[in-house]
């Protein structure tokens, strides 16, 4: 599946962004979805993933009760609403479709979980 993320931009401390995620090439709705964000010069790590029907959600704690992962299989689109935004958060921020079998519901996925990833969308929030 090919993944293309947009919605990243600048924002100011406690503003909002969503970010998008649309999926093509195979069969959407096969696939648990998540995202991920890296800083510069930091290893990539874990924010969210949602399973297949959107049923099942988990993010990491630094995002919890401020983002919320969903998707609409209908338009293909994996979501990634972020509030509350902070400085700590500005990262390049990837989408990625979970191998099958590899996903675990409360436990974060981890990069050798990732099938595919999509091309990056910069986040980046001002004090």
């Known amino acids: 599946v090919q993944l293309q993320a947009s919605g990243g931009g600048l924002v100011q401390a406690g503003g909002s962004l969503r970010l998008s995620c649309v999926a093509s090439g195979r069969t959407f709705s096969n696939y648990h979805m998540g995202w991920f964000r890296q800083v510069p010069g930091k290893e990539r790590e874990f924010v969210a993933h949602?399973?297949?029907?959107?049923?099942?959600?988990y993010k990491a704690d630094p995002v919890k009760g401020r983002f919320t992962i969903s998707r609409d299989n209908a338009k293909n689109t994996v979501y990634l609403q972020m509030n509350s935004l902070k400085p700590e958060d500005t990262a390049v921020y990837y989408c990625?479709?979970?191998?099958?079998?590899?996903?675990?519901?409360?436990?974060?996925?981890?990069?050798?979980?990732?099938?595919?990833w999509g091309r990056g969308t910069l986040v980046t929030v001002s004090s």
């Open positions: 990625a479709s979970i191998k099958d079998g590899r996903f675990r519901i409360y436990t974060p996925a981890s990069e050798s979980d990732v099938g595919s």
């Open positions: 949602i399973s297949r029907g959107g049923s099942a959600t």
